[in-house]
Each structure stands twice: as C-alpha cells, then as structure tokens.
Nanobody, 120 residues
Framework: VQLQASGGGLVQAGGSLRLSCVASGRTFRNYALGWFRQAPGKEREFVAAIGWSGRIYQESLEGRFTISRDNAENTVYLQMNSLKPEDTAVYYC????????????????WGQGTLVTVSS
C-alpha cells in the first residue's frame, strides 16, 4: 500500500488547512488511517485516527482538528482549524489493517509527509 499526503503549506495563525492522503489498494475501507506529526526537534506524535466507524484524537487537538475519510476516493482527510504556530510540523498519514491506534508502531505503511507552517 502506498500513501500520498498533500495539502500542507504556509498559513497564518487562526487560519485553516485541509490535508489529504490518498491510498492505493482495493481494500481501503478495511484500513484504519492515522495522522501523526513531527515538529522540528521533537518526536513524532499522534494527531488523529479513524477506523471503519469511530475516530480518536489527541485530546489537546480535538475541537480544532477533524479527521474524516472517503472510501470511494481512497482518501483520508485532516481538517485543521484555528491553527497555531505550535501546529507547525510535518504531518504524516499512516495505515494499519486493524482497529485504529494512537501508537505509531501499530501502523505498517506511511506516507511521505506534508509540511504545515503556521506563522504568528
């Protein structure tokens, strides 16, 4: 399975971005998809994940970020609103064959990442 993330860019604080991640494969609807991010000098951290039904978020991001999926388009989205400079990071999408997880080690395929920069 290959994952291709896009949608990153430069945005002012308070703005919004929507990230997309397109996956190859015919069984997309069976995947759990996750978004993770890595800020400069920091470890990669969990952002959000979505399964066949249900989704989870990093608690501090819930309310500003929304994860969704379109199985017909093999795409998972991350809508990010009210962006803050501390949201600046490379955002990665990832896939696993089972239920969603907050643990990056549970995911077996990763996209290349897309850079989000939030200016103050």
């Amino acid at each position: 399975v290959q994952l291709q993330a896009s949608g990153g860019g430069l945005v002012q604080a308070g703005g919004s971005l929507r990230l997309s991640c397109v996956a190859s494969g015919r069984t997309f609807r069976n995947y759990a998809l996750g978004w993770f991010r890595q800020a400069p000098g920091k470890e990669r951290e969990f952002v959000a994940a979505i399964g066949w039904s249900g989704r989870i978020y990093q608690e501090s991001l819930e309310g500003r970020f929304t994860i969704s999926r379109d199985n017909a388009e093999n795409t998972v989205y991350l809508q990010m609103n009210s962006l803050k400079p501390e949201d600046t990071a490379v955002y990665y999408c990832a896939k696993r064959d089972r239920w969603y997880s907050r643990n990056e080690r549970d995911y077996d395929s990763w996209g290349q990442g897309t850079l989000v920069t939030v200016s103050s």
